[in-house]
């Protein structure tokens, strides 16, 4: 079974331009949260799609967008991009049913604003 | 407010000993727990993880004990390997459709 995908796995910004990053979850997961990682803090919520909904959402600036398609692919946005948004971006799927259920990361999206 | 925190950002341990990575959580409501281990350049890679009616969940050489009373859980990793040297994630959530939340990571080296 083919793991979460995310492309392009590089990018490179500069201040105020926008990014659009996508994410293919695996094969029956319905599922799909974004998460930021910087260096010491971690991995930081930004929201969850499921069924082409936004199910939870983190505490970011409304720059912070995303989607999801009926085949439960999902896009995130970055508008008018900050030097603070470099950061590893990660995607991850699951099958959405709630307690007890284990999700998996994509390898990520680096993205350079300069 | 850090709701999960992994309150040692690095540990070194030798070849073929135990390593115990630590993480304490504030949200009384939290009832399933998971360990992720991250390679650079790689995503983080689903590890154990072990629900609030447990105590103890075992998986090779991964054991994670759980300490409700004290908000606390451990990951075990017996024997060490080269091979564990990576960044460890604690996360936790609540019952439902719920996200995750991360504790900032420990990099474990074990060292041949």
């Known amino acids: 079974k083919a793991g979460v995908t995310q492309t392009p796995r590089y990018l490179i910004k500069t201040r105020g331009q926008q990014v659009t990053l996508s994410c293919s979850p695996i094969?029956?997961?319905?599922?799909v949260s974004w998460y930021q990682q910087t260096p010491g803090q971690g991995l930081q919520f930004l929201f969850e799609?499921?069924?082409?909904?936004?199910?939870n959402k983190g505490n970011f600036p409304g720059r912070f967008s995303g989607r999801q398609f009926s085949n439960s692919r999902s896009e995130m946005n970055v508008s008018t991009l900050e030097l603070g948004d470099s950061a590893l971006y990660l995607c991850?799927?699951?099958?959405?049913?709630?307690?007890?259920?284990?999700?998996?990361f994509g390898p990520g999206t680096r993205l350079l604003v300069l | 407010d850090q709701q999960v925190k992994q309150n040692s950002p690095s540990l070194s341990v030798q070849e073929g000993r135990i390593s115990i990575l630590n993480c304490d959580y504030t949200?009384?409501?939290?009832?399933?727990f998971l360990w992720y281990k991250k390679y650079p350049a790689e995503g983080p890679t689903f590890l154990i993880s072990?629900?609030?009616?447990?105590d103890k969940n075992e998986d090779g050489r991964f054991t994670v004990f759980l300490n409700k009373s004290a908000k606390h859980l451990s990951l075990h990793i017996v024997p060490s390997q080269p091979g564990d040297s990576a960044v460890y994630f604690c996360?936790?959530?609540?019952?439902?459709?719920?996200?995750?939340?991360f504790g900032k990571g420990t990099r474990l080296s074990v060292i041949a």
């Open positions: 991850a799927s699951s099958r959405g049913q709630g307690h007890g259920e284990t999700q998996y």
């Open positions: 094969s029956g997961h319905r599922s």
């Open positions: 799609y499921f069924s082409e909904t936004q199910r």
């Open positions: 949200n009384s409501m939290f009832d399933y």
């Open positions: 072990i629900s609030s009616i447990k």
């Open positions: 996360a936790a959530k609540v019952s439902g459709n719920t996200p995750l939340v």
